[in-house]
């Protein structure tokens, strides 16, 4: 364990925990924290800076929810080896690039990790005003453990949201809460039983929610792409019953499912009895084009499961998602006693959420986070096409927090990856993503622009060029 010792300005309109969290990211990615260092306590640096524990706990959970430490029972927190986090497992033992020391590796100055996102432009201030008072009205209330769903107030944000916005036609008694959209998958998949004939997933698509499946025993029927979304003729011959799809911004590829695909996969659930669980994972984030309503606000049949989620738009610390259930499926989740899990999500984050949400601050938020976003899109793209031109073409540029770039230069995927990062720039592999790894495209990465500035992505896409073409 070592002591961490940092100048923090209680003057500075950025609070501690985050210049706390700023420092320590800082620290790892610059390789001045190797990997496998166990951090201070809670209270150890607590005590070290003279801060409040909650501030130290507020940051240290920050990085554990963006995957730069790893929290050990009864251990403590340990920095993560981020190249091994980010590659294949079957590179670990194929390439003599990382059996290198991490201290003789360049020190990473632009990391495009999808998944990080712009916390300098959340609203701390109006954020800690409204926790503040959801303790003033609610404070005895507050310290239960709170409806099993979620808070009633909450879930009827909610419902208003997600149909003004995605034309989800639901009640908030339909909604369920929880800590993550993995975890409500988790639920989900067990509401559903054992299915015979598998589940069928976009392929390539979502690794997180292809291990959730599979840790719960299901088979996965990958399902090709086509230039519009999921192939629906390969999709009846999987025979399976439940799809799991992302149609607003298809994960990794970026296309947009069209009306009459939607229409033609709406049909394939009521021929088969089938389920459909459409992952709006960052909707709020359209760039070109109309918005196109929901497959739940189109469903008449109410066979289709709606999961979104605030961690894109808000902070992914915050740990909340939904999940829209149909009917049927709501009446097995208090069949089956799911009633009786405890919520994940605390009241008083619950509350604050509901007050963001009832006095407008949600809806000004993402109008502002869509201008941000869409300016750093369009710095990254027009970057890339000043400086490659034909010689990488973009992919997914339409909508989301992140592009595929495939590279003409010969290179293959860890080639790619490992020139970037001898130029001190931090790109990520996109062959997980496929069921069947082998198939994945050669020469292509994932670049995710959400957590870097303006002036950083040019100035990474200048160090990309100068590692993929000098």
């Not at 509350?351 to 369009?378: C, D, P």
Request: some cysteine; overall charge neutral.
């Amino acid at each position: 364990m070592i002591d961490l010792t940092i100048l923090l300005n209680e003057k500075s309109e950025a609070p501690l925990y985050t210049q706390l969290y700023q420092y320590i990211k800082k620290e790892i990615m610059s390789g001045k924290l190797a990997a496998q260092t166990r951090l201070p306590s809670i209270r150890a640096l607590s005590s070290h800076l003279y801060i409040s524990r909650n501030t130290v706990d507020l940051a240290y959970q920050q990085l554990i929810a963006e995957g730069y430490v790893l929290s050990r029972p009864r251990s403590g927190l340990y920095v993560i080896d981020l190249v091994l986090e980010t590659l294949p497992s079957s590179y670990s033992s194929s390439t003599k690039w990382l059996e290198n020391p991490i201290q003789d590796r360049p020190a990473i100055q632009y990391d495009f990790r999808y998944g990080d996102v712009d916390a300098e432009h959340f609203p701390f201030s109006t954020w800690r005003k409204l926790s503040n008072q959801s303790l003033q009205q609610n404070q005895q209330m507050l310290f239960s453990y709170g409806d099993p769903l979620g808070e009633p107030g909450l879930r009827i944000e909610i419902a208003k949201y997600v149909h003004s916005s995605r034309g989800v036609n639901a009640s908030h008694d339909q909604i369920i809460i929880g800590s993550g959209v993995q975890y409500l998958l988790g639920i989900l998949t067990g509401l559903l039983g054992a299915t015979d004939n598998g589940i069928a997933m976009e392929e390539p698509g979502y690794d997180g929610v292809r291990t959730i499946f599979q840790h719960h025993g299901l088979h996965i029927h990958p399902i090709p792409l086509d230039e519009d979304g999921l192939n629906i003729h390969k999709l009846y011959e999987s025979k399976s019953r439940v799809v799991y799809i992302t149609p607003s911004h298809q994960f990794p590829y970026g296309m947009v499912m069209p009306f009459a695909k939607r229409m033609q996969l709406l049909k394939w659930a009521a021929d088969q009895n089938g389920i459909i669980i459409e992952d709006d994972y960052d909707s709020e984030f359209r760039y070109v084009g109309k918005p196109i309503p929901s497959l739940q606000g189109m469903d008449t049949h109410q066979r289709t499961v709606y999961l979104g989620t605030f961690s894109k738009c808000l902070l992914p610390s915050l740990r909340t998602a939904y999940m829209v259930l149909p009917p049927a499926l709501l009446e097995l989740h208090y069949k089956q006693d799911y009633r009786l899990y405890d919520q994940t999500v605390s009241q008083i984050q619950q509350k604050t959420l509901e007050l963001f949400m009832s006095n407008g601050h949600w809806e000004a938020h993402i109008r502002k986070m869509r201008k941000i976003y869409r300016q750093k899109q369009v710095t990254l793209i027009t970057t890339i096409q000043k400086l490659m031109g034909t010689q990488a073409t973009i992919i997914g540029q339409d909508a989301g927090l992140h592009i595929l770039l495939r590279v003409h230069n010969g290179m293959d995927e860890l080639e790619l990856i490992q020139a970037a990062e001898e130029e001190g720039v931090k790109v990520y592999p996109v062959s997980p993503f496929w069921a069947q790894p082998a198939q994945a495209e050669r020469s292509m990465v994932q670049i995710g622009f959400g957590g870097l500035s303006n002036e950083d992505i040019r100035e990474g896409v200048h160090s990309l060029h100068r590692a993929w073409f000098k």
